[in-house]
């Protein structure tokens, strides 16, 4: 005997396939789902662990900017130790200055010159005096500029001619002149006399 099977078994299977299909696509959008997951943890772990370094990190650079403002103070507070030691070195140095002024000048001044004043403001001294001539003057500038390490960078202000009375009836004609230099500090003036000293020996 012939069975036919008269049930629509193709709306079956189609079903079927749909429903497996769609099985599929669930799954697959849960793994999908699940492995988004677990990769944006992931990320959010290392973001985490990223951010505790960085805070970590600021925390170190706070406390290295605070040791070099430190380190900056104790330079500042050495650098002015320093000055005040060079202040007081120069100042014990520069005791005697006033004798090598005194000194220099009676050996530098040439014969028919004489001052008739003398100033100092801070290591500029500034002379007047008269001479028997300009060329007297002229020979004093050359002793001051070669003679002598105490002096440095005379310059002439002023000469004018001048007359002078000796007497009633003996007047002389003068140049009247007016100078300047620098008085140098001892340590320069020895180590600009070492330095001759050693040319010296050299030639």
Known sequence: MIRINLLPHREVAR??????FQFTMVGSALAGLLIAGLIYWWFQLMIDNQQDRNQYLRSEIKV????????ANLEQEITALRARQQAV?????????????LNELVRQL???????SLKQVDQVITLQGRAQSNERVSELLRNLTDNTPWFSKPELVEIVAANV??????QRRVAQFNLRFRLVRSSEANKAMEAAAKQGKEK
């Open 15 to 20: 079903k079927r396939r749909r429903e497996r």
């Open 89 to 101: 070195e120069d100042l014990q140095a520069d005791r005697n200055l006033p004798v090598h002024l």
């Open 64 to 71: 290295l900017d605070g040791q070099i403002k430190e380190i």
């Open 165 to 170: 009375a000796l007497s009633p009836k003996d």
């Open 110 to 116: 040439p014969d028919g010159v004489f001052l008739t």
